[in-house]
Nanobody
């Protein structure tokens, strides 16, 4: 069983940055690929980025490519999402999710374990 807890959300102005963290616990946490997702009110959950268990493979959605960077520190059992040049349309609840068998996709249905999310609000 994998437990995931997101942190680092908050209120920022357009153009600013935030770094989200996803802390994993449970047996074999470092053997899971992790994805970051977001969901804005009235919209479907959107896959943003994912990273393989050893960090060697990453993938980004076009909507965040060049602005967001995913990374992981397996010594700390933590995956990060560095978000730069934030825009008002980035406002959403951000979730991390884990899966043991990584196929490199950003579809929410591909991930089994989910955190409860952290709110990111970008507003002037």
């Amino acid at each position: 069983q994998l437990q995931l807890v997101e942190s680092g959300g908050g209120l920022v102005q357009p153009g600013e940055s935030l770094r989200l963290s996803c802390a994993a616990s449970g047996l074999g946490g470092n053997y899971y690929a992790i994805g970051w997702f977001r969901q804005a009110p009235g919209k479907e959950r959107e896959g943003l980025s994912c990273i393989s268990s050893n960090g060697g493979l990453t993938k980004y959605a076009d909507s965040v490519k060049g602005r967001f960077t995913i990374s992981r520190d397996n010594a700390k059992n933590t995956v990060y999402l560095q978000m730069n040049s934030l825009k008002p349309e980035d406002t959403a609840v951000y979730y991390c999710a884990g899966v043991r068998l990584f196929i490199g996709g950003l579809g929410p249905s591909e991930y089994r374990y989910w955190g409860k999310g952290t709110q990111v609000t970008v507003s002037s």
